[in-house]
Nanobody, 117 residues
């Protein structure tokens, strides 16, 4: 299993970012995928999930609902997280994970998102 996250950076409050996760080494198209994040000094928290049905079934943590959109392109083995209306409390390392809100596995190095003016 290999996943490589990218797209993080420094953004002002209210701004947007798109994270990408390039996956390989497993059956991506038949795997439920999620984004999880780890804020400074905190544990991993599930953010959003996408089932294997070409991304039609998605779910979100209450803290990001209405602001973040998870999507996937199974043909390219790629998972995305579109983040809008970013807040300082969204600052974290974001990871692409295999699994859903109840059980997930993190394999990548993550990408840092910092929301600050």
């Amino acid at each position: 299993v290999q996943v490589v996250e990218s797209g993080g950076g420094l953004v002002q409050p209210g701004g947007s970012l798109r994270l990408s996760c390039a996956a390989s080494g497993f059956a991506f198209s038949s795997t439920t995928m999620s984004w999880v994040r780890q804020a400074p000094g905190k544990g991993l928290k599930w953010v959003a999930g996408s089932e294997s049905d070409d991304g039609h079934s998605t779910s979100y943590a209450d803290s990001v609902k209405g602001r973040f959109i998870i999507s996937r392109v199974n043909a390219n083995n790629t998972l995305y997280l579109h983040m809008n209306s970013l807040k300082p409390e969204d600052t974290a390392v974001y990871y692409c994970a295999l699994g859903d809100v109840d059980e997930f596995d993190v394999w990548g190095q993550g990408t840092q998102v910092t929301v600050s003016s």
